[in-house]
């Protein structure tokens, strides 16, 4: 377990001082005193959000109006291993790509795992990331332990709903997860007019939108996927 | 003829003979056969052109077009809506040069990719095929519509061992670009012309 009061400051110091010299741990490792390991998990939850399993097939309704079938044709997971600040980092990393045959199109899917933070009131916190890209666009956010998606603490960048409908199936439970990895507005308005992914725990990817102005909208059609 | 003179002739010699190789060395490199017509025209340009399939789908492909001749040609189409990208390159040398296609044999791990190319060497003739059954064909024109276009690369993966590649064909012009791609046996992406 991480104690984040102790470890943020060891993270700035050697920002710090890898500023001052220009060189990171991997290019000068000896100047480093102590180098931290650090390795993630995924959570369970991670292993099971939208039932992505090798060769499903979901339906999809195109923005230009045909239909498509997404199979899931990958599902790994591998470690990550990166250096840093005098931390080295293993990061678990499940990897999903769904994948239509023709139009030949893509939604990639990647779980990083997730550490356990110890607060300064002696309660954990763990906290993990879902990236989804679509079209040119990346839509990420934090996870909980329970895959709950987690609120930038600087970004309007999440919405839960009760229910939404797609395609004549109810949804509930459902986030909303805008594109604002680059937006620099903090106007709500503008935040909410951003390409947006609707997902849902049980299901997954419910619709998702792209900066090209292309989306996908999941339509189920009564049978059991 | 006094003591210097003969190092200085030696060494101003060597000096041209050296500049002369190196000249001849750039002259020497070519491309090779019908595939020379790839590289005449010297043009760099981006575009983006309007496709159709024969089940009525629309695309854009978005394309890039460098050539010099005679030192290489790079073409690349990529679609909006299909993730379909041709990449080719050309590249001279003393040997009739290289044809590169690439986007097919890509080797992916979750750390890197590398993209290892289809590779056709020492261009001659207007047709070739690799060892794994991969064949590039010059065609004096190819019509498309009512349009015939001039000096077209075809490219075939449909006798090669392994298929690796998104497409069975493709087909690009040296001056126009991309004009046709074939898929899946039944789909042909077209060209859209007004």
Known sequence: MINKAKFIP?????????????????????????????????????????????????????????????????DTIYHKRESEYCANFDTEVREIELTSTYPIISIKVSFNGGYEFEDEDGSTDFVSSLNITYDATSYVVDLNSDGTPIEFSYKDNLETLDTITFNGVKYDSVFVIYDLLYASSTDHADNRNQPRLYFSKEKGILKIESRLGQSLTIKENGKDE | ??????????????????????????????????????????????????????????????????????????????????????????????????????????????????????????????????????????????NIGKETFQNVLEFDATKAEKNECDYDKFYISATQGLLRIDLMDTITIKRSLP
């Open chain 1, 10 to 74: 060891v993270l700035f110091t050697a920002a710090f001082f890898s500023s001052l010299t220009g060189c990171y741990c991997e290019d000068c490792g000896e100047s480093c005193s102590n180098v931290y390991d650090f390795e993630s998990k995924l959570a369970d939850c991670q292993k099971t959000i939208g039932h992505y399993k090798k060769g499903k097939t979901i339906h999809y309704e195109h923005s230009n109006g045909y239909d498509l079938d997404f199979t899931v044709s990958k």
């Open chain 2, 1 to 142: 003829m006094n003591k210097f003179t003969k190092p200085l002739l030696f060494l101003f010699g060597g000096l041209l003979f050296s500049s002369c190789n190196h000249i001849l060395d750039s002259i020497d490199d070519y491309v090779g056969g019908d595939f020379g017509k790839l590289v005449q025209k010297e043009q760099e340009w981006s575009d983006s052109a309007k496709f159709v399939d024969n089940l009525g789908i629309e695309d854009a492909f978005k394309e890039r077009m460098y050539s010099h001749k005679p030192e290489n040609m790079d073409f690349t189409a990529t679609g909006t809506i299909n993730e379909i990208s041709v990449h080719v390159r050309i590249e001279c040398n003393g040997t009739g040069g290289n044809l590169v296609v690439f986007n097919c044999k890509t080797v992916e791990n979750p750390q890197h990719m590398n993209d290892e190319g289809i590779v056709f060497s020492n261009l001659s003739g207007n047709k070739m095929t690799t060892s794994d059954g991969y064949t590039i064909r010059m065609l004096d024109s190819l």
